[in-house]
């Protein structure tokens, strides 16, 4: 089965973070609509949709559990009550977030570490690790022809992704990895174009459930279950 879910954080459709970064990456997630993408200065728009392309794919977010096929024995109505009951019992919290570069990628992260989305990352890539199918032996093995350390070589076997726990670092992506001056521009835009958004914590008040019908295809999001809703 190709289809596939993922736990992210990601804000609330409508919000002003939500049309920023769904303009910005030509793409709703929330309702698959295309969407015209800003004009930035000496960049052409075709280098622009292909700097843009895997985020536009993924939707705009943070993860938290990457995406997985459903174990056997278990169906997406379960993964969904188990969603559901797990955001309920868990409080929301605030992060502060900036643009920075990631190895080259341009991002939204955390200004400051945040001790309560960590517990929420680490909860929930335990809690739903018996709803994740095995990855296969061609998937780990292009997994590990990333450079990984011997603890994400562990993880990667363990949970089927190799930056958890002590590795684990928010993000959320703006970008293709990037170089030189395409880099440089585009991380001075952003920064710039995100002022507004950064100036003020970002309230962390649901967790949201994207899935990929077919291999390839858009993530859409398709649930958002409020914390502390029980």
Not at 17 to 31: E, I, K, N, P, V
Not at 109 to 130: G, I, Q
Not at 169 to 176: C, D, G, K, Q
Not at 194 to 204: D, Q
Request: proline share 8%; charged share 25%.
């Amino acid at each position: 089965m190709a289809h596939r879910y993922a736990l992210y954080l990601a804000p609330e459709p409508g919000s002003a973070l939500h049309a920023f970064a769904s303009a910005w990456l030509g793409r709703d997630a929330a309702t698959g609509a295309k969407l015209a993408q800003p004009r930035v200065a000496h960049v052409d728009s075709f280098t622009f949709k292909e700097v843009t392309a895997s985020p536009r794919r993924y939707g705009f977010h943070g993860t938290i559990k990457p995406p997985f096929r459903l174990a056997p024995g278990h169906t997406e109505d379960d993964l969904m009550a188990a969603a559901e009951r797990f955001a309920a019992a868990r409080a929301p919290f605030d992060i502060e977030l900036e643009v920075q570069s990631l190895r080259g990628f341009i991002a939204f992260l955390l200004r400051r570490p945040s001790v309560e989305l960590d517990a929420f990352a680490d909860a929930c890539v335990r809690d739903f690790e018996p709803f994740r199918a095995r990855l296969s032996e061609t998937e780990l093995e292009r997994r590990r022809r990333s450079p990984l350390s011997p603890r994400q070589l562990e993880h990667l076997d363990h949970w089927g992704y190799p930056y958890v726990f002590e590795d684990f670092v928010f993000h959320m992506t703006l970008t293709e990895r990037l170089a030189g001056n395409l880099h440089d521009r585009l991380l001075v835009d952003l920064c710039e174009r995100t002022r507004p958004l950064t100036s003020a914590p970002l309230r962390i008040d649901a967790l949201s459930v994207f899935e990929e019908p077919e291999r390839g295809a858009p993530f859409r999001l398709t649930a958002r279950f409020p914390l502390g809703a029980r």
